[in-house]
């Protein structure tokens, strides 16, 4: 396997793409950032300094990954979604000056493994999205997701359970609490606002 940038795309030394990663035209990622196998980052898409990305992820075009946020093995990043990185943003200090870097504390986005976030979606720092969760298109997360939520809305609240194939789960009739994928029959139990899976 290879590496694929496209020429248009900007990679910095400093930074590391794994194997089997293609890059698309017009994306950046930046010094430090370390993105794992078999990735793709799309038209446009930007990855802070630092960042960390594991295996198999997918940033759509014109996606917005910003320092330090951390994203698991197959997450994926919808069209124009943007992991913000300032809990206060301001542009000036009180007095008016220019901030520059040191004179703000960055803060992550976390997402888990197979979580997906939508097109558009934003998920404003500190905030992490746990596994296999799914976050609808426009959605703003200013709060944690639970392990295979399924959020909507402005803010985010959960509206449902989705399984590992991303599709919305049914509660079983004669169980309740159970709860079924209907495209792959996975069971999970819910218990006190969490989702686990049944092995």
Not at 138 to 163: E, H, M, Q, Y
Request: glycine share 14%.
């Amino acid at each position: 396997m290879t590496v694929t940038i496209k020429p248009t795309a900007q990679v910095d030394d400093a930074a590391e793409v794994g194997e089997g990663t293609t890059v698309w035209e017009l994306a950046q990622i930046r010094e430090g950032a370390r993105l794992g196998s078999g990735c793709i980052v799309g038209r446009g898409a930007y990855v802070g300094p630092g960042v960390r990305i594991g295996d198999r992820v997918k940033l759509q075009n014109h996606a917005l990954v910003y320092e330090p946020a951390e994203l698991a093995d197959g997450v994926f990043v919808g069209p124009a979604a943007v992991l913000t990185n300032d809990y206060f943003p301001r542009a000036v200090t009180p007095d008016g000056v220019l901030k520059r870097g040191g004179d703000w504390e960055p803060v992550a986005v976390r997402v888990g493994e197979g979580a997906s976030l939508g097109a558009r979606s934003v998920c404003v720092a500190p905030v992490r999205v746990g596994r296999w969760a799914l976050v609808a298109a426009g959605a703003v997360v200013t709060r944690d997701v639970p392990d295979f939520a399924l959020v909507a809305g402005v803010p985010a609240r959960r509206i449902g359970w989705v399984g590992r194939a991303g599709v919305r789960l049914v509660e079983r009739a004669d169980d309740p609490g159970l709860w079924e994928c209907p495209e792959t029959g996975a069971l999970h139990r819910e218990k006190d606002g969490t989702l686990v899976e049944l092995l």
